[in-house]
């Protein structure tokens, strides 16, 4: 769902009714699946930890406080009750 979102976004698709619908869809399922314990791995500003996220890519880091810090998150990670069934695919500072 996430994908079809951003591929509707990034080709301008014009149809407005589509996105709404697949947004609120998306919503739905995502309540639905929290509520029975599937949860995102948060990325943004948080440091790398192998135990949650999967580095695709390092890149030099400017300032010394933003090495091992993560840069952009590439794909959603997930657990289920804790437990990591999908990791976060990042790329992160070096």
Do not use: C, W
């Not at 149809?15 to 869809?25: A, H, N, P, Q, R």
């Not at 929290?34 to 949650?52: M, V």
């Amino acid at each position: 769902m996430e994908r079809a979102i951003a591929f509707n976004e990034k080709n301008q698709m014009d149809d407005v009714s589509v996105k709404e619908g697949l947004t609120l869809i998306l919503q739905k399922l995502k309540t639905m699946l929290k509520q029975k314990g599937l949860a995102e791995i948060k990325t943004e500003n948080e440091p790398f930890s192998t135990d949650f996220h999967e580095a695709i890519s390092t890149v030099p880091a400017e300032k010394e406080e933003d090495k091992g810090k993560i840069l952009e998150e590439i794909q959603k990670g997930y657990t289920l009750n804790d437990k990591v069934i999908r990791f976060s695919k990042v790329i992160i500072y070096q």
